[in-house]
T-cell receptor, first 113, second 117 residues
Framework: GENVEQHPSTLSVQEGDSAVIKCTYS??????FPWYKQELGKRPQLIID?????GEKKDQRIAVTLNKTAKHFSLHITETQPEDSAVYFC????????????FGTGTQLKVEL | GAVVSQHPSRVICKSGTSVKIECRSL??????MFWYRQFPKQSLMLMAT?????????EQGVEKDKFLINHASLTLSTLTVTSAHPEDSSFYIC?????????????FGPGTRLTVL
């Protein structure tokens, strides 16, 4: 089955700096890669996603890049703000099999003033 | 976007009792719902895939007789934790895949915090 690895497990940045979180996946058939932000005790919230036919996607301060050959994808947050502090999860999904998501292990991002 | 609700949001029960958690899609029909379990400071682990009108598909290592899933309608799936024990204490989250949501996007419920004493 799919295996998704995520690094780093914790990330501390100064307000205004950029943050980068990286994930690798094992199943070359995976074609959908969402990123979720989860605050303590809350549901995961989709912040951006990318499909395998695209190499990069950007939405304001958030961008995701995908390298299908290397089977890795990354989340980039620019101009970080304290409210960006949360746990971020990457995930991967392949067609069929119910299109279930396999999640990475999560990154605790802390944006310091 | 699509809205998914869960009930209850928090439940405390005694060891040996059963607990039922409901997951509803409020403004769309979900042929497929997913149940996840999340322990503190850990990732979401898929427990099972729930398909309307058919038996759920359980992930390896998840006891289907302990975690009963029923998906009786296109808007409701239930998870029953039978004979709950303290090690079942966790955050249970459901999600639903909307047919018009595009690709494989899933919409998550707010989660249910289960504490077994």
């Amino acid at each position: 089955g799919e295996n998704v690895e995520q690094h780093p497990s914790t990330l501390s940045v100064q307000e205004g700096d950029s943050a980068v979180i990286k994930c690798t996946y094992s199943d070359s058939a995976s074609n959908y890669f969402p990123w979720y932000k989860q605050e303590l005790g809350k549901r995961p919230q989709l912040i951006i996603d990318i499909r395998s036919n695209v190499g990069e996607k950007k939405d304001q301060r958030i961008a995701v890049t995908l390298n299908k050959t290397a089977k890795h994808f990354s989340l980039h947050i620019t101009e970080t703000q304290p409210e960006d502090s949360a746990v971020y999860f990457c995930a991967a999904s392949r067609p069929g099999g119910g299109n279930k998501l396999t999640f990475g292990t999560g990154t605790q991002l802390k944006v310091e003033l | 976007g699509a809205v998914v609700s869960q009930h209850p949001s928090r439940v405390i029960c005694k060891s040996g009792t059963s607990v039922k958690i409901e997951c509803r899609s409020l403004d769309f029909q979900a042929t497929t719902m997913f149940w996840y379990r999340q322990f503190p400071k850990q990732s979401l682990m898929l427990m099972a895939t729930s398909n309307e009108g058919s038996k759920a598909t359980y992930e390896q290592g998840v006891e289907k007789d302990k975690f009963l899933i029923n998906h009786a309608s296109l808007t409701l799936s239930t998870l029953t934790v039978t004979s709950a024990h303290p090690e079942d204490s966790s955050f249970y989250i459901c999600s639903a895949r909307a047919p018009t949501g595009g690709y494989n996007e899933q919409f998550f419920g707010p989660g249910t915090r289960l504490t077994v004493l």
